[in-house]
């Protein structure tokens, strides 16, 4: 068992184990030597989102990877998914983003990227995990001339944006007026200037972050917020970033959310109209409404499963070589252009296909018929095996043998949450077996 990272790196209350200072310097000491590949001074490159706590775990992993002689490229407020093209783009042998992600800003978080911009799998994670808490980190031979350099990337921004802007061969967006809340975070100022250069007129909301504000009642996590002003705008679509952009939500026109799910169905159906969906398969998680599978076994697309979590959807792509795959959270993964889930991206293909088809987004939201699905996250205090806990397990059982769906209980690999989904036809049905369940669980684990 894995003690430092859960299913999207190392992530905690920010000044307490395991994101603190000294830990963050023990990863960077681990990632400078797992990384090195035989080569005397390795580079790493470290990003970060626009929380207060970022400075600290930035100074930490610095001063242990240059520790041991490696140099470091600081890129500052950055997305997630612009450190791993950066990472290649600059041919860094690793690349660090200091992000929590969706979560407040009192928490923290360390990923890290390979130098082919992919995050790690389980076995490398494990690599550095030895480092840090058990075999010993040497750093006697690094003195003197030996001793890394860290060096502040002003180019960054302006590589990424311009990538970006290919991945639709730089079209015009000329006419489309667009509002995109960038929830106070890494993309508050790249993601307004993408969309802006390709022609398309720009509201932006949340775009000034102060340290504390990132993901506080926007961004994608808060659709209603973006809805609101579409509507006021008039707008032709709300796009709604999370705070370090590697997930959005999108608002049509008429107010209508359109979440992963309605983004991978738009993507697949164009993709395999264009002949570009290899083997004809879509990869999710098991998170997926069944609307999206109905939809796509409709159009002789099949969709194929993983656990919960992008890093799993994204290693079922690399090592089958399909092109599209997500989660209805929003990380939508489109491997002909990025290695891990960019909420720009993602947002200028949909904004791509409006163009090209000369459609609204309401039209494309509604071919998607999704099944009713209530989420309930129930806190715990501990998060005990599943299996031992009985009552609950009896009762989901009991529910699945006469629903028309299914139930989902799971763990939150980030956060102190059970997530308890159920899905099926009967909304008043489906809310009551969740509402059964989820109490059930607080009673077992609290």
Do not use: W
């Not at 928490?107 to 390979?114: E, L, Q, V």
């Not at 264009?274 to 099949?302: C, D, P, W, Y």
């Not at 799971?410 to 008043?428: A, H, I, K, P, Q």
């Amino acid at each position: 068992m894995k003690k430092l990272f859960g299913t999207d790196g190392v992530r905690g209350l920010a000044n307490t184990h395991p994101i603190s200072a000294e830990i963050a310097l023990r990863l960077g000491q681990a990632a400078a030597e797992i990384f090195r590949n035989g080569k005397p001074r390795p580079k790493i490159l470290i990003g970060k989102d626009t929380r207060l706590s970022g400075y600290m775990i930035e100074y930490a992993l610095t001063s242990g990877i240059i520790s041991m002689g490696a140099d470091v490229l600081l890129v500052g407020p950055m997305p997630t998914p612009a450190i791993a093209h950066l990472t290649k783009s600059f041919a860094a042998d690793c690349g660090i983003v200091i992000s929590a992600s969706h979560n407040n800003f009192e928490d923290n978080g360390i990923k890290f990227f390979d130098k082919d911009g992919y995050k790690l799998n389980d076995e490398k994670e494990k690599m550095i995990e030895n480092l840090v808490f058990g075999e010993k980190i040497e750093t006697k031979n690094y003195v003197g001339e030996k001793i890394g350099r860290a060096h502040r990337i002003d180019a960054a921004a302006g590589r990424y944006i311009e990538f970006a802007k290919s991945t639709i061969k730089n079209k015009v967006l000329k006419g489309l007026r667009i509002v995109v809340d960038c929830a106070n975070g890494a993309a508050y100022k790249i993601a307004p200037l993408i969309f802006e250069e390709l022609g398309a007129q720009v509201i932006v909301l949340n775009n000034r972050p102060n340290g504390k504000n990132i993901n506080m009642s926007c961004g994608a996590l808060y659709p209603e917020i973006i809805k609101q002003r579409v509507l006021e705008e008039k707008a032709d679509l709300g796009i709604a970033l999370d705070g370090d952009a590697d997930r959005v939500i999108l608002v049509d026109e008429k107010g209508g959310v359109l979440d992963g799910d309605h983004i991978l169905a738009i993507l697949a159906e164009y993709l395999f109209e264009k002949k570009k969906l290899r083997n004809n398969i879509v990869v999710s998680t098991v998170m997926n409404n069944v609307g999206l599978k109905k939809f796509l076994e409709a159009k002789n697309i099949k969709l194929v499963q993983t656990a919960v979590g992008d890093r799993y959807v994204i290693e079922e792509m690399k090592n089958n070589d399909f092109v599209l795959g997500g989660e209805q959270s929003g990380h939508i993964i489109l491997s002909d252009h990025t290695t891990t889930g960019d909420g720009t991206i993602t947002a200028l293909q949909i904004l791509m296909i409006l163009k090209e088809k000369k459609v609204r987004l309401s039209e494309l939201r509604n071919k998607l018929v999704k099944y009713p699905q209530v989420l309930i996250n129930v806190k715990v205090k501990e998060k005990k095996p599943l299996d031992e806990l009985k009552e609950t397990s009896y009762l989901v059982k009991d529910f699945s043998k006469n629903l028309d769906g299914r139930i989902l209980v799971r763990y939150s690999g980030t956060e102190n949450l059970c997530r308890v989904m159920v899905e099926g036809s009967d909304e008043e049905e489906i809310k009551r077996i969740a509402d059964t369940i989820s109490k059930k669980i607080v009673e077992e684990t609290n």
